[in-house]
């Protein structure tokens, strides 16, 4: 089964519960992006937000830590309502699998994210220790953008790489339904969509098209 894990990033914010609301039947996740404009050149949402949504749903909170010094805020963001924590390699280089403890400890899961130029081998030695590695698909910042297939090729040197079969391997970055089967195909079995569920006409239509 592959879990579907929608990105708030495009939900109209002035109705954010609705819009939660509007995804919640068909998916056991939403995807929560946050931005602090030195990681990546934008700002989104934070702690408080978390936490306010927290209350309206039971949906597993996939939260994507799209900022510099992930440990400082680790705690804050698992005490808002995260279940799932994923940081970015790029910004934790030095204390990897001290942050990946940090979140474990809490009892919550831990993810990891490498950006399109990071190779997959520089976190070989961490991958065991995941619950999640996330592949970028497009440059972190910005929902609606296009999808690079070149960074698809790492999903199945992840798989490779892991040596425990409850792995979850997730992409994000320009999902839809081509997209998003090229990289189940490759091994992929979480993909978060932003665009492709919250502009489409029928979100009911285009989850079951990425379940697909
Ligand atoms: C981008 C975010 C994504 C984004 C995906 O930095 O990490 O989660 O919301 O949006 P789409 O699916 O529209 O590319
Ligand atoms: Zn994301």
Known sequence: MTIISPSILSCDFANLEKEIKKVEPYVPWIHIDVMDGHFVPNISIGIPVIKSIRKITNLFFDVHLMIENPEKYVDAFIDAGSDLITFHYEAA??????????????????????????????????????????????????????????????????????????????????INDLTGKLCTNLGANSLVAGNYIYKSEDIKKAIELLKK
């Open 93 to 174: 280089k030095e204390n990897t699998s001290k942050i990946i403890e940090q979140i474990k400890n809490k009892g919550k899961k831990a993810g990891l994210s490498i950006k399109p130029k990071t190779d997959p081998a520089e976190i070989k030695n961490y991958i065991d220790l995941c619950n999640l590695i996330l592949i970028m698909t497009v440059e972190p910042g910005f929902g609606g953008q296009k999808f690079m297939e070149d960074c698809a090729k790492k999903i199945a040197t992840v798989k490779k790489m892991a040596n425990k079969d409850d792995l979850i391997i997730q992409v994000d970055g320009g």
